[in-house]
């Protein structure tokens, strides 16, 4: 995916004794973000985003362990495991507090590393924050992703289809099981630090945004969530405006309002609060 732009890099760095792929733009001044895949795909889908917030400091795009490019352990790594890893990943690469931009697993992995080192993680951009009773059981999460297929855009299954062949049908239904007995949104009312929740109204993995209201009403003020209407689970893919726009227009603070230009419709539901 970098061939199409020279400037980001390409390289490997060395956890537990494997190798780990990851792409990285050009080094600006800002606080380093970090983008975090799903399951069972590589961080490829995730550049289309990424690419448009180059100008806010480092993006750092892994394929994580066992995914894409990178080397693949003895044993498929849980959720808890991919957090550690992505903290060593941090140690390796001098960066000593980030901005987490995590899809679906992505987000959920980005959970754990703010709940376990939240001193590390600056702001936590949520997106398709999948796991949960929602997901449950697995049979109801499989038909979820079977309904999404459909939803997502045809260029979408060309990059996730090899992926998915290549991560295995097994280590597919292992990984998705866990995501399913996660607790995403519990654990969203209780981050310790700044987050943004960014959910598609065609995103047949996410609860109602009634449900959503729910949970939220527990939440802490730091919390924000963001409707973006026609998307899917895959947003960082089909809407890489929309949601580029939606994460600047948070991290300076500003109204988050739809951008005209860009193919979605921005809506920040409100929580009612206490």
Do not use: C
Not at 40 to 53: H, N
Not at 91 to 99: A, P, Q, S
């Amino acid at each position: 995916m970098t061939s199409s732009d020279p400037t980001w890099s390409e390289a490997y760095l060395t956890l537990d004794g494997r190798q780990v792929y990851y792409r990285r733009s050009p080094d600006v001044e800002g606080i380093p973000i970090v983008h975090i895949h799903g399951f069972g795909i590589s961080g490829s889908y995730l550049m289309p985003t990424a690419r448009l917030l180059t100008d806010r400091g480092p993006n750092l795009v892994p394929d994580m362990p066992g995914y894409g490019r990178s080397e693949r352990p003895a044993h498929t790594l849980g959720i808890p495991a991919l957090a550690h890893t992505l903290l060593e990943m941090l140690d390796v690469l001098g960066f000593e507090k980030v901005i987490l931009v995590g899809n679906s697993m992505g987000a959920v992995v980005s959970l754990e590393v703010a709940h376990a080192a939240p001193e590390r993680v600056h702001r936590l951009i949520l997106v398709s924050p999948a796991g949960g009773v929602h997901n449950q059981p697995l049979g109801r999460a499989l038909k979820q992703l079977a309904t999404d297929g459909v939803r997502e855009s045809p260029k979408m299954a060309r990059v996730a289809v090899p992926d998915y062949l290549k991560f295995g049908p097994i280590n597919t239904l292992n990984l998705l099981g866990e995501l399913t007995r996660f607790p995403s949104l519990e654990r969203l009312v209780r981050v310790p630090v700044p987050s943004l929740a960014v959910i598609g109204s065609r995103d047949p993995l996410m609860p109602a945004p009634r449900r959503v209201r729910e949970v939220g009403s527990i939440a802490p003020a730091h919390v924000t969530v963001v409707l973006i209407e026609g998307a899917a689970h895959a947003i960082n893919f089909s809407h890489p405006g929309e949601l580029a726009h939606v994460i600047t227009s948070w991290l300076d603070g500003e109204e988050i309002v739809d951008d005209p230009d860009q193919p979605g419709l921005t809506r920040v539901l409100q929580l009612p609060r206490g």
